[in-house]
C-alpha cells in the first residue's frame, strides 16, 4: 500500500498509473505536479489526482513513492528540484524509454542520494497523451522493466515493482544498457521509421493525392508517428548510439531489398518476405502462449 503517491506528468503514462493504483485499491492520496496548468486542472477533473501541488516541497511531504513521467530530457532537472525536499524514506523512479541517459542524469542530480532511484520503463503505451488519455487498464499483462542500480536498496526495488504489479504488469529486470539496445531495435527505430515515412509523404507536391488514397496499412504502419514529437525527441537523442546501429543495419537490408528489386529477383524477396512473416507469427504465438518466443529459423539460401 503506498500512502502517498507523487505523480510528476499526469499524461497517458502518469495518469494511468495513478488510476490503476487506484483501481487495485493499492494508494491512498494522489499529489501531482504538472508543468501545464490545464493538464492539472483535467487530471483533478478524472480523479488521476487528488491534490494539486504549487512546489516540490509541497508534493513530496510524506511521498512514499514517486514516478517521473516527463520527457527522458527533463529527468536531471527535475531530480534536481526534488532533492532539497526528498524525505530520506521516499522512493524515485521513472517511466523514460532510455535508460543510460537517465541513470547519468540521476546520478549527477542526486549524488550520494542516488539509492533512493530506481530506475523503470514499462512497455506500454499509445500514440495518445494527455490527462484524457489515461486508463487504468493500460498495464494489464504488459511488461514493466527495472534497471536497478549497485546502490538500491532491495526493499526500494520491491517498492516500485510491488507498485507496478499492482497495476497488472509483469515484472522484469535488465541492466541499462541491456535495456537501450534492446529498444533501440525494437522501439525508437520503428518510431523513426513511422515518422520519417509521414514526413516524406507530407513533404511531396502530390502529398493531398496520396494521404487521399492511404488505407488501413499506412495508417498501422504510421500509427506511432501520433506520438508526441518531444518525447521522441529526447528519447532518440539519448539512445543515440544504440540507435544508429539500429538504423545503419535497417539500412543495409533496405539496400539489400532494394537490389533485388532492381534485379527482378522475385524468389529472394519472397524469400526474405516468408522470413518475416514466419517471424512475426512466431513472436505473435509466444506472446499468446504466455512464454518468450524461440529465435525464429531464417532461411538463408
Wanted: charged share 20%; glycine share 8%; hydrophobic share 50%.
Amino acid at each position: 500500500m503506498i500512502g502517498r503517491l507523487v505523480i510528476v506528468g499526469t499524461g497517458l503514462i502518469g495518469g494511468s498509473f495513478a488510476l490503476a493504483l487506484k483501481a487495485a485499491g493499492q494508494v491512498g492520496r494522489v499529489a501531482a505536479l504538472e508543468r501545464s496548468p490545464q493538464a492539472l486542472a483535467r487530471a483533478l477533473e478524472r480523479g488521476i489526482a487528488d491534490e494539486a501541488c504549487a512546489s516540490p516541497e509541497q508534493a513530496l511531504r510524506g511521498a512514499d513513492l514517486v514516478l517521473l513521467a516527463a520527457p527522458v530530457g527533463q529527468t536531471g532537472a527535475l531530480l534536481a528540484s526534488l532533492l532539497p525536499h526528498l524525505e530520506p524514506h521516499t522512493v524515485v523512479t521513472d517511466a523514460g524509454s532510455t535508460k543510460c541517459d537517465v541513470v547519468a542524469a540521476a546520478r549527477a542530480a542526486l549524488g550520494e542520494r542516488i539509492g533512493q532511484f530506481v530506475p523503470g520503463h514499462p512497455i506500454a503505451g499509445s500514440e495518445a497523451n494527455g490527462p484524457d488519455a489515461a486508463w487504468a487498464g493500460l498495464y494489464g499483462g504488459k511488461k514493466a522493466v527495472l534497471t536497478p542500480l549497485p546502490e538500491n536498496d532491495p526493499a526500494a526495488v520491491e517498492r516500485v515493482a510491488g507498485a507496478w504489479r499492482a497495476c497488472g504488469a509483469l515484472v522484469h529486470t535488465l541492466s541499462a544498457a541491456d535495456h537501450d539496445r534492446v529498444f533501440a531495435a525494437v522501439s525508437h527505430l520503428p518510431h523513426l521509421l513511422a515518422y520519417a515515412l509521414v514526413d516524406d509523404i507530407a513533404a511531396r507536391p502530390h502529398a493531398g493525392m496520396l494521404f487521399q488514397y492511404a488505407a488501413s496499412g499506412f495508417r498501422d504502419f504510421t500509427r506511432i508517428a501520433g506520438s508526441s514529437p518531444e518525447m521522441w525527441r529526447d528519447i532518440s537523442l539519448a539512445n543515440r548510439d544504440a540507435l544508429l546501429a539500429e538504423l545503419d543495419a535497417y539500412l543495409a537490408q533496405l539496400h539489400s531489398l532494394r537490389a533485388m528489386l532492381a534485379a527482378a529477383d522475385g524468389r529472394a524477396l519472397e524469400t526474405v518476405f516468408a522470413s518475416a512473416q514466419r517471424a512475426r507469427q512466431a513472436w505473435l504465438d509466444a506472446i499468446e502462449a504466455g512464454s518468450p518466443p524461440l529465435p525464429p529459423h531464417r532461411d538463408t539460401e
